[in-house]
């Protein structure tokens, strides 16, 4: 069954510091693996995008990366700020069929304190 | 900011009325989907669509319809709101190669009371 898992469901971190928020997949054949920031009740917005052969990829204060071997993404922010306070989601989509489906996770929830 | 809207933002509505939720893209994008999210849970697919005419139901059963009579408009429906339909709704497309990002609205919040 393809599945993601994401820990912790949830964190709490003071601003400026740092965290690593964790993805793992069992979805089969693999195509990418995204990572979303969902602001409260609003849309998700994407941040990465990784595919197969990329192992790290950077976009601002995030950094994302990608084990195709052992099915692990992690996702670096680094020196947080209140902004950041969010719902993360993991999302992987496969090439099994024409339609790429989407496979998201639960997400987790990041609070960054002043 | 993505050019995918979404309209009402929020709905409340009684037992038994007709809606219709909205959702436009200008980017011509061929892919679009439905997802239906309840709070802290993951987003789970009711609809998509390869295209004008196409339509499929997704993972999550679900009483709504879909239509997509031209490329950038993608409703969706429900006949008669029960208070189990309310959740957050988000529309999203994405282009036709699946490497491609999918962009999303900023969601329907619907609540049947």
């Known amino acids: 069954k393809n599945q993601v898992e994401q820990s912790p469901q949830s964190l709490i971190i003071l601003e400026g510091k740092n965290c690593t928020l964790q993805c793992n997949y069992t979805v089969s054949p693999f195509s990418n693996l995204r990572w979303y920031k969902q602001d409260t009740g609003r849309g998700p917005v994407s941040l990465t995008i990784m595919t197969f052969s990329e192992n790290t990829k950077s976009n601002g204060r995030y950094t994302a990366t990608l084990d195709a071997d052992t099915k692990q993404s992690s996702l670096h922010i680094t020196a947080s700020q209140l902004s950041d306070s969010a719902s993360y989601i993991c999302v992987v989509s496969d090439r099994g069929s024409t339609l790429g489906r989407l496979y998201f996770g639960r997400g987790t929830q990041l609070t960054v304190w002043p | 900011e993505a050019d995918i809207y979404q309209t009402p933002r929020y709905l409340v509505i009684g037992t038994g009325k007709k809606i219709t939720l909205e959702c436009s893209q200008t980017?011509?994008?061929?892919?679009m989907y439905w997802y239906q999210q309840d709070p802290g849970m993951e987003l789970h697919l009711i609809h998509y669509s390869y295209g004008v005419n196409s339509t499929e139901k997704g993972d999550l059963s679900s009483e709504s319809t879909v239509s997509r009579i031209r490329t950038e408009h993608f409703p969706l429906t429900l006949e008669s709101a029960r208070p189990s339909h309310t959740s957050q709704y988000l529309c999203?497309?994405?282009?036709?190669?699946?490497?491609?990002?999918?962009?999303f609205g900023q969601g329907t919040r619907l609540t049947v009371v």
């Open positions: 999203a497309s994405s282009e036709r190669s699946s490497d491609t990002e999918a962009f």
């Open positions: 980017m011509g994008h061929d892919k």
